[in-house]
Each structure stands twice: as structure tokens, then as C-alpha cells.
Nanobody
């Protein structure tokens, strides 16, 4: 199947930066092209879309709340997707999840329900 492992979360002051990584492994991840995305969730709230990227990196998308501050990228040779987060605010505090789905190389998916594979999440805490 597909295993996703996130890393890079932590505690940062408002205005600071963090870079999240999500490494994909498994037979499917090494065989097929996959669309990938980042979502986040805080206690008592639904999972929120953050950003998505196609396998070819030709298409990227961002939630309005992070556009201009976050940058998604990927290295297919390493089966890894990244989320560079700048100008962080306390409202960005959440558990960040990586998601993946087998798809065509130019497909971009921003809906959580279309992703069958999920990581365990990494906590991001932004202090004021």
C-alpha cells in the first residue's frame, strides 16, 4: 500500500517558519504517480484543506488562508512532499496531515474525501 510519514512540526513563535516533510513509501508509492496534499485539524473542528500538488508539480493550489505564506513542493525521486510555512500565526496551530492518492501526473485534488492514504500527522504550534 502507501505509508506516509510526516515530520518537521514543532513549536515556533508568530512570524516564524517551519518546513514540513511527508515521505511516501510502499509498493504503490514507488510504482504509480500520486497527487498529494496537506490538511490540518484542530480539536473540535473538521479537517481543513491547506494545499495540494500534482505529481508533475505542474499544478499547485492553496487555501485562501495560507496563500502567499505557504509553499508546497515535491521531490519525486525521494517520494517526498514538502510544505514551507512562513509568517506563521497562532491560527496556523494544528495537527498537519499529509494525504496521497494514485492519479494522473497532472491531476490536483483538494478534497479530503478523495484521498485514501493518510499520514499520522505532525503537530504545529505557533505561540503569540
Amino acid at each position: 500500500q502507501v505509508q506516509l510519514v510526516e515530520s518537521g512540526g514543532g513549536l515556533v513563535q508568530a512570524g516564524g517558519s517551519l518546513r514540513l516533510s511527508c515521505a511516501a513509501s510502499g509498493r504503490i508509492a514507488s510504482t504509480y504517480t500520486m497527487a498529494m496534499a496537506w490538511f490540518r485539524q484542530t480539536p473540535g473542528k473538521e479537517r481543513e484543506y491547506v494545499s495540494a500538488i500534482s505529481w508533475s508539480s505542474s499544478r499547485t493550489d492553496y487555501a485562501a488562508s495560507v496563500k502567499g505564506r505557504f509553499t508546497i513542493s515535491r521531490d519525486n525521486a525521494k517520494n517526498t512532499v514538502y510544505l514551507q510555512m512562513n509568517s506563521l500565526t497562532p491560527e496556523d496551530t494544528a495537527v498537519y496531515y499529509c494525504a496521497a492518492r494514485v492519479s494522473g501526473p497532472g491531476v490536483l485534488i483538494s478534497t479530503s474525501g478523495q484521498y485514501p492514504y493518510w499520514g499520522q500527522g505532525t503537530q504545529v504550534t505557533v505561540s503569540s
